[in-house]
């Protein structure tokens, strides 16, 4: 049972990537997804999340209007499309697997993307991404 992210690398300013998600041994669906980043020296901060409800997004107001969260269910995988990427966007980027759709519900009230108290069931080893100026 695990969660693996791909597609990261080193990109111009400017340019794009796609960073995906992909579960096995456990059906993705089932979770709210988020992606979430660590720069070095930094903490964690909350990218984006994506419900297994409604199919609602969210993004980090650093984000909003660049990055598009999205699922395909058949495929298990959820994928992060990174446009017009800037040299703060370098970092190693984790997905993770809410079981109960607590970081939706904040995302929601509250525009930012934590994990929920309870802890998400998975994460990630995470893919590194890095933007050259």
């Known amino acids: 049972v695990q969660l693996v992210e791909s597609g990261g690398g080193l990109v111009q300013a400017g340019g794009s990537l796609r960073l995906s998600c992909a579960a096995s041994?456990?059906?993705?669906?089932?979770?709210?997804i988020g992606w979430f980043r660590q720069a070095p020296g930094k903490e964690r901060e909350g990218v984006s999340c994506?419900?297994?409800?409604?199919?609602?997004?969210y993004y980090s107001d650093s984000v909003k209007g660049r990055f598009t969260i999205s699922r395909d269910n058949p495929a298990n995988t959820v994928y992060l499309q990174m446009n017009s990427l800037k040299p703060e966007d370098t970092a190693v980027y984790y997905c993770?697997?809410?079981?109960?759709?607590?970081?939706?519900?904040?995302?929601?009230?509250?525009?930012?993307?934590?994990?929920?108290?309870?802890?998400?069931?998975?994460w990630g080893e995470g893919t590194l991404v890095t933007v050259s100026s």
């Open positions: 993770a697997a809410d079981p109960a759709g607590g970081m939706i519900i904040t995302a929601q009230a509250v525009g930012v993307i934590h994990e929920p108290p309870y802890g998400m069931d998975y």
């Open positions: 041994g456990f059906t993705l669906n089932n979770y709210a």
């Open positions: 994506i419900s297994n409800f409604d199919g609602s997004t």
